[in-house]
């Protein structure tokens, strides 16, 4: 079984700063990582996700993250921030043989102004 | 852009009715899944559907629980006797297949409150 851990619940951040959402996951087999956003009273939107090759993946809005086996982390990042990026983050991982998502508690990221 | 459309967007029920939750997934997509998300805690898999059938299914999707696929378009999630823990945001999405590592698009969502 896969499971994820986030290791902040709660990240305030001033606009225009960068900020960085952490993710370490758990499993015994390969996996493929995947980063929703939930913006206010709407649905899960993906923002990223790692298949394979190059462990730097870039997502929408200028959110990118980074895989790293050995640590097994995908941390999530954006360099500068706007009100607009105000959700939560949610970091998922799926087994390569087995469709469902492990979702971590996730991430409530508060950009102020 | 194809999205995953769920309905109705909220939907409040007495404690033993019966509801339905309804989902038209991306058109081209042959992997369905139901997940919920009680207040404050994590998303939660409930089922996974390939062919017409169950592909997998966690604790959480007992004898209550049922889903359907009545036609090309739609799938549901059927309560048959709601109880109070039930109450959560119901997602559901889906998938393509395998090809892009199974990448699950999701819905807005059906938030149930049982009273």
């Known amino acids: 079984a896969q499971s994820v851990t986030q290791l902040d619940s709660q990240v305030p951040v001033f606009e225009e700063a960068p900020v960085e959402l952490r993710c370490n996951y758990s499993?015994?087999?390969?996996?493929?990582l995947f980063w929703y956003v939930q913006y206010p009273n709407q649905g899960l939107q993906l923002l990223l996700k790692y298949l394979s090759g190059s462990t730097l993946v870039k997502g929408i809005n200028g959110f990118e993250a980074e895989f790293n086996k050995s640590q097994t982390s995908f941390h999530l990042r954006k360099p500068s921030v706007h009100i607009s990026d105000t959700a939560e983050y949610f970091c998922a991982v799926s087994a390569l043989n087995d469709y469902k998502l492990s979702f971590g508690a996730g991430t409530t990221v508060t950009v102020r102004a | 852009e194809p999205e995953v459309t769920q309905t109705p967007s909220h939907q409040v029920t007495q404690m033993g009715q019966e509801v339905i939750l309804r989902c038209v997934p991306i058109?081209?997509?042959?992997?369905f899944y139901w997940y919920r998300q009680i207040l404050g805690q994590k998303v939660e898999f409930l089922v996974s559907?390939?062919?017409?059938?169950?592909?997998?299914k966690s604790e959480i999707f007992d004898d209550q629980f049922s889903v359907e696929r009545p036609d090309g378009s739609n799938f549901t999630l059927k309560i048959r006797s709601t109880k109070l823990e039930d109450s959560a945001m119901y997602f559901c999405?889906?998938?393509?297949?395998?090809?892009?590592?199974?990448?699950?698009?999701f819905g807005p969502g059906t938030r149930l409150l049982v009273l």
């Open positions: 058109s081209n997509h042959l992997y």
């Open positions: 559907f390939y062919n017409n059938e169950i592909s997998e």
């Open positions: 499993s015994s087999v390969s996996v493929y």
């Open positions: 999405a889906s998938s393509e297949g395998p090809s892009q590592g199974n990448t699950q698009y």
